[in-house]
């Protein structure tokens, strides 16, 4: 029987133009408790990291 599947992680990015730049923001970022101490949390902040590079977004801020 095949194992259930649930989402183990959650981020909230959103794109503003600022007056003189781009920025992406990260609002939110989750991992479950399982997805915890492995090194995803390292992975998606590059993610986001090259998303912003791709889309040319000079800046990431993160929005505590």
Do not use: W
Request: proline residues 5%; negative net charge; glycine residues 8%.
């Amino acid at each position: 029987m095949p194992s259930a599947l649930f989402c183990v992680c959650y981020l909230h990015l959103r794109n503003t133009d600022e007056p003189m730049d781009a920025v992406l923001y990260l609002y939110e970022i989750q991992l479950a408790a399982c997805a915890q101490r492995g090194g995803l949390g390292q992975h998606l902040m590059g993610l986001v990291e090259i998303v912003a590079l791709h889309a040319r977004m000079p800046k990431v801020g993160l929005e505590l």
